[in-house]
Nanobody, 122 residues
Framework: QVVLVESGGGSVQAGGSLRLSCAVS????????MGWLRQAPGKEREVVAS???????TYEDSVKGRFSIARDTAKNTLYLQMNSLKPEDTAMYYC????????????????WGQGTLVTVSS
């Protein structure tokens, strides 16, 4: 009954920005780890950003300083602000949530959405 619905993906030129949103139902955004994962063709799926129940965030090295994860508990929505986008950021982006407590939010996740495609052209 946990449903995560991503939106905000699209096509953008290098250097541009996008803001991804994840509408969450059946789960509260500050309960356990939540994150944004991405999968590019021929590449390993990776956690690009995460946020724990206390609001502490982690970022994959390649996006640190450019991406920012945030949540709005009133709207029960998770966001990913992506700035200074690069062609290598092109991927399907997934919102994800963990079903239980943990201390390593960059690890595996239990729930995820259908994804939203981000394409960055050079």
């Amino acid at each position: 009954q946990v449903v995560l619905v991503e939106s905000g993906g699209g096509s953008v030129q290098a250097g541009g920005s996008l803001r991804l949103s994840c509408a969450v139902s059946g789960y509260t955004v500050n309960r356990y780890c939540m994150g944004w994962l991405r999968q590019a063709p021929g590449k390993e799926r990776e956690v690009v950003a995460s946020i724990d129940r206390y609001g502490s965030t982690t970022y994959e090295d390649s996006v640190k300083g450019r991406f920012s994860i945030a949540r709005d508990t009133a709207k029960n929505t998770l966001y990913l602000q992506m700035n200074s986008l690069k062609p290598e950021d092109t991927a399907m982006y997934y919102c994800a949530a963990r079903a239980g407590p943990g201390i390593f939010c960059a690890g595996s996740y239990d729930y995820w959405g259908q994804g939203t495609l981000v394409t960055v052209s050079s």
